[in-house]
Structures are given as C-alpha cells and as structure tokens.
C-alpha cells in the first residue's frame, strides 16, 4: 500500500513563478491537510480539507489556495511564488476530520524559492 | 496566545532511558499527541493522551497531567535508530491541532 504520495521531492523555483504540489492518497480517507515546516517552528497548517468538495483555511493560507475534487487527491498551489514560502512541505491525511484522529504523513515536498 | 514549549535538543546514551518534557499553554485542550520525526522524513505516530496519566506503549510512555499543563514522553532501553526528533501537539478548544517546534533528541553509543 502506497499510503499517501507527494510530487515532487523537491524543487527550486524562480520568486513570480507558480507551481503545484501534488498529494494523493489511496487510504480513503475523509480528511487531507496541507502543513509548513520551518526550522525552529512547529507544522504550520496552510489548508485542510474535511471531505472532498470542501476546504478551509489553516493558521497560515495567505498565498496558497487548494482544491479537493476527489477523495484521493488533494493539490496545493502557489499562484506567485515569494522566498518566504521556501519552506518543508507535508500533506496529511486522516481517516474522519476531527483533530483528534492520528494523521498520516507523506514524505514531504523540499521547495526553495529564489 | 497558544504555546507549545519542548526543549530544543536533547543528548542520551544508548541503552539508557530519557523523558521528554512539554508543557502547553493553549485555548482550552481536547487531547496531546506525541509523533516522531527522523530527519528528513515525515512525522509518525507515536501516542495519544486525553485523559490524565500514563500510556505505555512497548518502549515508549506518554503522561499527561491536564492541571499542570504537562506531558512528557519516556523513552526506555534507547536504541541508536531513537535518533529523531520528538513533536508534541495539542489539540485546543477549537479542535485545531496546535505543534511544538520539537525536540531533537541524540543518541550516542
């Protein structure tokens, strides 16, 4: 079982530039979940998603968006790309939404942005 | 505002047993989770408490005490592959999921 899936590993992009992380997961879960992982700073949440057909915004949305048609994907795009958002990228799933529910991490998105 | 507080870095020897401290101070609180983090890879599950006490888990312990604000996670007979580090996250009144920075713990032989 795969469990959930990131693309890329990592990536460097030019600031003004857009780009898409992609997660997917075959794990059916309801709830997916976009954090930030910075050194010296706990995981930040970006957005998350419920179920698939909804989303909302975490502690730290400004310049990201996603979108959730299906149960297994859940991509993360940057419209304009700004060194700020260089950063350690992790989507999440977990079985129900509810914090209280063990997430499931994939192996993380690098992405630096120039 | 919310604040998870773990120390920064720890260092123990192999074999030898080492607890793990976090205290929170959060907008109500609903559960703590304990995940490990190896380095360069993704967060795991390790525990969770809700209600006060200890929860033991082979080599692994977690205790939480709500009044105090307080939990640590006990790591027994360490081993050389326990080099990672350690989160702590609390749920609050919301049911958002808030994490501390973490704790690098080292092993050495």
């Known amino acids: 079982t795969a469990g959930i899936t990131q693309a890329p590993t990592s990536q460097i992009l030019a600031a003004g530039r857009s780009m898409t992380l992609r997660c997917t997961q075959d794990?059916?879960?309801?709830?997916m979940y976009w954090y930030r992982q910075d050194l010296g700073l706990g995981l930040r949440l970006i957005h998350y998603?419920?179920?698939?057909?909804?989303?909302g915004k975490g502690e730290v949305p400004d310049g990201y968006s996603v979108s959730r048609a299906n149960t297994d994907d859940f991509p993360l795009t940057l419209a304009s790309a700004v060194p700020s958002q260089t950063s350690v990228y992790f989507c999440a799933s977990s079985p129900v939404a509810g914090a209280e529910d063990e997430q499931f991490f994939g192996p993380g998105t690098r992405l630096t942005v120039l | 505002g919310q604040n998870i507080d773990q120390p920064t870095e720890m260092t123990a020897t192999e074999g030898a047993i080492v607890q793990i401290n976090c205290t929170y101070q959060?907008?109500?609180?609903?559960?703590l989770f304990w995940y490990q983090q190896h380095a360069g890879e993704a967060p795991t599950f390790l525990s969770y408490n809700v209600l006060d006490g200890l929860e033991e888990k082979g080599r692994f312990s977690s205790f939480l005490s709500r009044s105090k604000g307080y939990s640590y996670l006990l790591l027994k007979e360490l081993q050389m592959k326990d080099s990672a580090s350690y989160l702590c996250a609390v749920i609050n009144s919301n049911y958002q999921l808030i994490w501390g920075a973490g704790t690098k713990l080292i092993i050495k032989p």
């Open positions: 959060t907008s109500g609180f609903n559960g």
């Open positions: 794990m059916r879960h309801n709830a």
């Open positions: 998603s419920n179920t698939a057909g909804t989303t």
